[in-house]
């Protein structure tokens, strides 16, 4: 009798190339609330992730570059990554990250 098959999920999974793509704007951020507080920070942050300087009442798409581009690099370094076989690579030597 044959076996019964099972379906698997795909796990996603979050890369260290798309969480560094935050840094940029989290240590931004940060420098500002240390330097001038916690509001400075939120306002960075906002200013970042959508573009809007909320000190100026304006939006400006460089912050929206600046806080986007690196993201979006990161999501295609993993993509790239998974499709050239680099973190089936990694894997295989035993280290327990992916790009």
């Given at each position: 009798m044959a076996r019964a098959r099972t379906h698997?999920?795909?796990?996603?999974?979050?890369?260290v190339a798309m969480i560094l793509?935050?840094?940029?704007t989290a240590l931004?951020?940060?420098?500002?609330?240390?330097?001038?507080g916690v509001s400075e920070g939120l306002t960075r942050l906002v200013g970042r992730f959508t573009g809007y300087s909320m000190t100026e009442k304006k939006w400006q798409a460089d912050q929206l570059v600046a806080g986007w581009a690196p993201i979006i690099a990161g999501i295609l370094a993993h993509k790239i990554a998974n499709?050239?076989?680099l973190n089936r690579m990694i894997?295989?030597?035993g280290i327990p990250i992916g790009i």
């Open positions: 698997r999920r795909a796990k996603s999974s979050i890369s793509g935050f840094a940029p931004w951020a940060y420098d500002g609330a240390k330097q001038f499709k050239v076989g894997r295989g030597m």
